[in-house]
């Protein structure tokens, strides 16, 4: 059977959705990990990757299903969430690849001013308090500030700017990396759906 046919094609799909129930089981592990163990005390990211995570793993679920099964129903369905999740990545990855200083910063104080368990674990892991400014009379999770004076504490816009634009690329790099296995991925399934299983009567067409 060269490949190209109905076995490769079959074994390329499996393959990449058992990737994708990989990726989704690290996200679902990571995020219990660093809640475990305090790492992160927001609920909020923490539910977000889990949900990430689950949503990955029942889209990798329905596609492995549909390429054992050749089920033309589940792969058509398939195809359609999974180009879906290919046009929001796509868009997400190019944003942040393309933002600028201004922009990274905006971004960066508007997520801050939304949660005060993500600015206790900004503060608490890089040892700095507030975003761009901080009250030595207030209160802050970092080692610093029970310093007395807790003046030599750094705000943490000043060290968070000098990392934000590599983590950005970053997070834009694999965004697009594995925005294109799903497009591969819409592919197989579009080209699997087309091709006759060898194994079944030959005037059908499953």
């Not at 129903?73 to 201004?102: E, H």
Request: net charge positive; proline share 2%; with cysteine.
């Amino acid at each position: 059977m060269v490949c190209g046919g109905f076995v490769c094609t079959k074994n390329g799909l499996c393959a990449l959705n058992i990737l994708y129930v990989m990726v989704s089981l690290l996200l679902v592990g990571v995020a219990a990990w660093g809640k475990w163990f305090g790492l992160v005390s927001s609920i909020r990211v923490v539910a977000g990757v889990i949900c990430v995570g689950i949503f990955l793993f029942m889209v990798a679920f329905v596609g492995l299903c549909g390429a054992l099964k050749h089920h033309q129903v589940l792969l058509f369905f398939y195809m359609i969430i999974l180009f879906t999740v290919f046009v929001v990545q796509f868009s997400v990855s190019c944003a942040c690849l393309s933002l600028n200083k201004d922009q990274q910063n905006n971004l960066l104080e508007v997520g801050w001013n939304k949660s005060e368990s993500t600015q206790m674990d900004v503060e608490k892991t890089l040892d700095c308090c507030g975003y761009s400014s901080f009250d030595p009379n207030g209160t802050c999770a970092a080692r610093c500030f029970n310093n007395n004076p807790p003046v030599t504490c750094k705000t943490c816009a000043s060290i968070i700017q000098q990392y934000a634009g590599e983590v950005l690329r970053f997070v834009g790099g694999i965004g697009l990396f594995f925005s294109f296995t799903e497009i591969v991925g819409v592919w197989l399934a579009h080209k699997y759906r087309n091709i006759k299983d060898p194994r079944s009567n030959p005037g059908a067409f499953l």
